[in-house]
């Protein structure tokens, strides 16, 4: 069935770096956008990232914007998101989202949508 | 950036109640709202697109409104399974934004 599963999260300190993975199955992956977003308790959920399903073109919140950074793999069907200067606000739990509809241009408005979501990995930035 | 406001915060009701969520945006966003559902320890969940247009999958006692920047989420006869938070998320420019969500409780 359709699914997206993340991993990787856990607890890193402050200034640290992390890598985490959303693995998808039950859909060709190659032909659909994919997102990250996070959730906090305090600031709710927040958009994090997209990248287009060949992987030429990227957005992101400007909160991360030069310190994280999406990619795939379509040969293993992964999703990840690297991190880097993470800073307790990074706190949060991170899912991974497709759009619902096949080979969406991210460049174009509308921007794409948000129809399965992954079960989410949690990131914790503590000393 | 667009901000989302949705109202009321939190809703009291019953089961079999109808009830009604509304969310506001910043500036005219056309028909490119969705809604999602979130049950406590799970990831949200799609039910509505493109303001009105439902999920497969979604019951029809889902029903979404609106265009420009004021939309509704109506849900019709409340059962135990549908007290959940419900936010709204905007998708006509980057940065993508949510609501603050809506928690449905009994």
């Known amino acids: 069935q359709l699914q997206l599963v993340e991993s990787g999260g856990g607890v890193v300190q402050p200034g640290g770096s992390l890598r985490i993975s959303c693995a998808a199955s039950g859909f060709v992956f190659t032909t659909y956008v994919m997102h990250w977003v996070r959730q906090t308790p305090g600031k709710g959920l927040e958009w994090v990232a997209v990248?287009?399903?060949?992987?030429?073109?990227?957005y992101y919140a400007d909160s991360v914007k030069g310190r994280f950074t999406v990619s795939r793999d379509n040969s293993k069907n992964t999703l990840y998101l690297e991190m880097n200067s993470l800073t307790p606000e990074d706190t949060a739990v991170f899912y991974c989202a497709r759009d619902r509809q096949r080979y969406k241009d991210i460049v174009l408005s509308p921007a794409p949508m948000m129809s399965l979501w992954g079960q989410g990995t949690r990131v914790v930035v503590s000393s | 950036d667009v901000q989302m406001t949705q109202s009321p915060s939190l809703l009291s009701a019953s089961v079999g109640d109808r009830v009604t969520i509304t969310c506001r945006a910043s500036q005219d966003i056309n028909v490119f709202l969705a809604w999602f559902q979130q049950e406590p320890g799970k990831a949200p969940k799609s039910l509505i697109y493109d303001a009105s247009a439902l999920q497969s999958g979604v019951p029809s006692k889902f029903s979404g409104t609106g265009s420009g920047t004021y939309f509704t989420l109506t849900i019709d006869s409340l059962q135990p399974e549908d007290f959940a938070t419900y936010y709204c998320?905007?998708?006509?420019?980057?940065?993508?934004?949510f609501g603050g969500g809506t928690k449905v409780e009994i």
């Open positions: 990248i287009s399903y060949d992987g030429s073109d990227r």
């Open positions: 998320q905007q998708y006509y420019v980057y940065p993508l934004t």
